[in-house]
């Protein structure tokens, strides 16, 4: 792979797409950055990036405030959050090389069936589960704390080998960022998997106002996240998706490991944005029931949730 015949398109330049697009720009990949309210600061400044990782980064980046001004992409990266896919559908299209491959680097179920019938026929459509602690701390201003892992998966387009080709050259793109990536076999039990995770903590970060490490500490909200990682569990297997055995205690594990961490959702609670409760709640909720499962205390949060992110947004 030669990252000067490779172009990459980052849409929505925030916390996931800013942190993984500086990684690729600092190997020599050619990186384009769209960007909506950050624009004048990242062209001013570039990106930087303390990571407990990677070190301390700046870098000047090709920022763009439109995706008319953006060169054709081969390859582009979604950071933006699944709620804004309806009106970022059509700057995809229009930052897409012919058969461009396209990663949605979103939680949740249902992003890529959603975005799918606005790409052309000739684009390709993956998914990117992302195992990172990062946010961002102001414009362009970007802080990791641990992980980074990006696992993809093929969903749909013109591949005629199922995507196997595809997903192995975007996987070598991370790891030619010093990035880990794997390939995932099925995406949506992949998508399940990090449910096990987003489910809880980012669901009690915003209804109990608390972080990764006191979540972890108390034993009633402990007992509560091991409860509803059951409950995703559950409803995946409803769906007729096994997953790996011990699957929630390997992630209870890692998060009693990892550094006190505010999850996205918080994130976004806090700076009263509207928070992925589609993909992240009403999603497997739904299709669980389909199959006959119910998960109350999912739900319950859930609506919980609801009512919190009504209020938040109306003010």
Same mark, same amino acid.
């Given at each position: 792979?030669?990252? $000067?015949?490779?172009?990459?398109?980052?849409?929505?330049?925030g916390?996931?797409?800013? +942190?993984?697009?500086?990684?690729?720009?600092?190997?020599?990949?050619?990186?384009? +950055?769209?960007?909506?309210?950050?624009?004048?600061?990242?062209? /001013?400044?570039?990106?930087?990036?303390?990571?407990?990782?990677?070190?301390? @980064?700046? #870098?000047?980046?090709?920022?763009?405030?439109?995706?008319?001004?953006?060169?054709?992409?081969?390859?582009?990266?979604?950071?933006?959050?699944?709620?804004?896919?309806?009106?970022?559908?059509?700057?995809?299209?229009?930052?897409?090389?012919?058969g461009?491959?396209?990663?949605?680097?979103?939680?949740?179920?249902?992003?890529?069936?959603?975005? $799918?019938?606005?790409?052309?026929?000739?684009?390709? @459509?993956?998914?990117?589960?992302? +195992?990172?602690?990062?946010?961002?701390?102001?414009?362009?201003?970007?802080?990791?704390?641990?992980?980074?892992?990006? %696992?993809?998966?093929?969903?749909?387009?013109?591949?005629?080998?199922?995507? *196997?080709?595809?997903?192995?050259?975007? *996987?070598?793109? +991370?790891?030619?960022?010093?990035?880990?990536?794997?390939?995932?076999?099925?995406? /949506?039990?992949?998508?399940?998997?990090? @449910?096990?995770?987003?489910?809880?903590?980012?669901?009690?970060?915003?209804?109990?106002?608390a972080?990764?490490?006191? !979540? #972890?500490?108390?034993?009633?909200?402990?007992?509560?996240?091991?409860? !509803?990682?059951? /409950?995703?569990v559950?409803?995946?297997?409803?769906?007729?998706?096994?997953?790996?055995?011990?699957?929630?205690?390997? @992630?209870?594990?890692?998060?009693?490991?990892?550094?006190?961490?505010?999850?996205s959702?918080?994130?976004?609670?806090?700076?009263?944005?509207?928070?992925?409760?589609q *993909?992240?709640? *009403? /999603?497997?909720l739904?299709?669980?029931?389909?199959?006959?499962?119910? !998960?109350p205390? #999912?739900?319950?949060?859930?609506?919980?949730?609801?009512?919190?992110?009504?209020? %938040?947004?109306?003010?």
């Amino acid at each position: 792979m030669n990252p $000067r015949t490779t172009r990459i398109g980052i849409i929505g330049s925030g916390a996931i797409g800013g +942190f993984y697009g500086l990684m690729l720009a600092r190997a020599g990949f050619d990186v384009h +950055f769209l960007l909506r309210s950050e624009y004048a600061a990242v062209r /001013e400044q570039g990106l930087k990036l303390d990571s407990a990782v990677h070190g301390q @980064l700046q #870098m000047p980046v090709q920022a763009y405030d439109s995706a008319a001004s953006m060169p054709p992409c081969d390859w582009l990266l979604v950071g933006a959050k699944a709620t804004s896919n309806a009106e970022l559908a059509p700057l995809i299209v229009q930052a897409a090389a012919p058969g461009a491959k396209v990663v949605l680097l979103q939680n949740g179920l249902g992003v890529e069936e959603q975005l $799918r019938p606005a790409l052309r026929g000739d684009m390709h @459509l993956l998914g990117g589960l992302c +195992f990172i602690c990062v946010h961002r701390q102001g414009p362009g201003d970007i802080r990791h704390q641990a992980l980074g892992a990006v %696992n993809l998966g093929y969903h749909s387009g013109p591949a005629a080998d199922g995507g *196997a080709a595809v997903v192995e050259e975007g *996987a070598g793109l +991370f790891r030619a960022a010093g990035i880990d990536s794997q390939a995932m076999a099925n995406l /949506e039990q992949a998508r399940w998997q990090k @449910l096990v995770w987003n489910v809880p903590y980012n669901g009690l970060s915003v209804l109990l106002q608390a972080s990764t490490t006191p !979540l #972890m500490a108390d034993p009633d909200s402990r007992v509560l996240v091991q409860a !509803l990682m059951a /409950e995703v569990v559950e409803g995946a297997r409803a769906c007729g998706l096994e997953l790996p055995d011990g699957y929630a205690e390997h @992630l209870l594990r890692v998060t009693d490991q990892m550094p006190d961490y505010w999850p996205s959702m918080y994130h976004d609670h806090a700076q009263q944005r509207p928070l992925e409760l589609q *993909a992240i709640y *009403a /999603e497997p909720l739904r299709r669980a029931a389909a199959a006959g499962c119910q !998960l109350p205390r #999912m739900q319950a949060l859930y609506q919980a949730l609801t009512f919190i992110d009504r209020r %938040n947004v109306s003010v």
